[in-house]
């Protein structure tokens, strides 16, 4: 009787604890082998439970968010090199794109670039993962069910499809700060990021293509100019063949082939307003606004172009539909 007065007995699934009554808080006990108090383990047992529950309501919102329905998979029209590229650059900008905590707000800033996240689960293999994550976040606006303050955390995952074109994939989810419930995007944030870097890679094509039009244009300059000093070199080497000729007296046959060469060799101009060209192309610099009929001596001869000399010494190309053989 004195022992059922002293202490009552707290019932607990395979779990039997002496709680003291009031009277025995007066009176202490000089044994203690019924230490455990009965505050101590109803507080065990809850800590117990609420550990097993958040670790089930982890994992569940865990694997809804790795087969989240708003995940925005498209395929670019662009290396995977590029793609990489303009991802890390939107990446590591200090905007959430496509959401706002406020109205006032257009995006959502104090954003920042993060190694790795646990928000998403484990990617794997997935290819290139990268991550942005803005936190203290209040209810942002295309989490659906919002009302607390937490973290958004954007997934960009870059993997190539060939040798031109690139898989892209972006997840953005919420996380409540205190109950580690999880809020889908609504497609929003989605959206919004891949608009951002959709642009961005169409900036690095741009650029890539003008690097390819200046590199063609120094290769067709060198090219031309190379063709002009083989112009000067053919010309230096026919003046100096033709003042040897002309040192040397010439037999009949030789005078009769040396007339027929010329005549093949030298051409008059058709009408007026014709320019002799530094190179042979239409864009060249003119070097001389030649008159009607003038003649010249042909050097070089192209598909499309002469290259000649006229009387009084000047070098350069006319093109074909402007001479004509001398009668």
Not at 102 to 110: D, I, P, T, V
Not at 219 to 245: G, P, V
Request: hydrophobic share 40%.
């Amino acid at each position: 009787m004195l022992l059922a007065r002293e202490y009552e007995w707290l019932r607990i699934p395979q779990l039997m604890v002496p709680c003291p009554s009031k009277r025995s808080f007066r009176r202490p006990l000089s044994s203690d082998r019924y230490g455990c108090t009965c505050f101590s383990a109803r507080l065990a047992t809850f800590l117990a439970v609420l550990v097993v529950l958040s670790s089930w309501c982890n994992a569940a919102s865990r694997k809804e968010v790795r087969e989240s329905p708003n995940a925005l998979k498209v395929i670019l029209n662009a290396p995977l090199k590029d793609v990489i590229q303009a991802v890390e650059q939107v990446a590591g900008d200090t905007v959430i794109y496509g959401t706002q905590s406020y109205q006032r707000e257009k995006n959502l800033m104090g954003a920042r670039a993060v190694q790795t996240s646990d928000a998403f689960g484990d990617p794997g293999n997935a290819g290139t993962v990268l991550y942005k994550v803005a936190e203290g976040v209040l209810s942002p606006t295309t989490f659906k069910n919002s009302a607390d303050m937490g973290t958004i955390t954007v997934r960009y995952v870059v993997t190539a499809f060939d040798e031109k074109n690139t898989n892209l994939r972006i997840d953005a989810v919420f996380i409540e700060n205190f109950r580690k419930k999880v809020h889908e995007s609504d497609g929003s944030v989605e959206a919004g990021e891949f608009g951002e870097i959709r642009q961005r890679v169409e900036e690095l094509a741009a650029k890539h293509e003008l690097d390819r039009e200046e590199a063609e244009r120094i290769a067709r300059e060198r090219k031309e100019k190379q063709a002009e000093l083989d112009l000067m070199s053919r010309q230096d080497t026919a003046a100096a063949a033709a003042k040897t000729q002309a040192s040397a007296p010439l037999s009949a046959d030789l005078e009769k082939r040396v007339a027929r060469l010329r005549k093949q060799a030298e051409l008059r101009v058709k009408a007026s307003g014709t320019q002799l060209k530094t190179a042979p192309y239409k864009g060249a610099a003119n070097l001389q606004a030649l008159a009607p009929y003038t003649d010249v001596v042909v050097l070089i001869v192209t598909p499309y172009w002469y290259g000649v000399q006229t009387v009084d010494g000047h070098r350069g190309w006319i093109h074909r539909s402007e001479v004509e053989s001398l009668p």
